[in-house]
Nanobody
Framework: QVQLVESGGGLVQAGESLRLSCVGS????????VGWFRQAPGQEREFVAG????????LHADSVKGRFAISRDNSKSTAYLQMNSLKPEDTAVYYC????????????????????WGQGTQVTVSA
């Protein structure tokens, strides 16, 4: 079991950047696929990006390709979401999620596949 804590959210203007962090407890994140999801008010939670255990496989939603990049540093039990060229429509609560997997499994975009979730961090992008 792993506990996840996100940080790095905030209020920025359109075109600016933020980097979100997700720290896994007990240095256990290396055993998990990690995904980032977001949920805007009145909307369903949507997949943003995912990364395999070793970081060799990543998956990004079409809406963020070329602007966002997921990465991880297993020595720090931390995953990141670098968000560039932010747009007002990126405004949402961003959640980190994890699911235990063997080394070769690629990340997927289904929220139901993930067993552990953080509390979320708010990202607000003003026009």
């Amino acid at each position: 079991q792993v506990q996840l804590v996100e940080s790095g959210g905030g209020l920025v203007q359109a075109g600016e950047s933020l980097r979100l962090s997700c720290v896994g407890s007990r240095r256990a994140l290396q055993n998990y696929i990690v995904g980032w999801f977001r949920q805007a008010p009145g909307q369903e939670r949507e997949f943003v990006a995912g990364i395999s255990r070793g970081g060799g496989n990543t998956l990004h939603a079409d809406s963020v390709k070329g602007r966002f990049a997921i990465s991880r540093d297993n020595s720090k039990s931390t995953a990141y979401l670098q968000m560039n060229s932010l747009k007002p429509e990126d405004t949402a609560v961003y959640y980190c999620a994890a699911r235990r997997a063997i080394q070769s499994v690629s990340p997927d975009s289904q929220a139901g596949s993930y067993d552990y979730w953080g509390q979320g961090t708010q990202v607000t992008v003003s026009a």
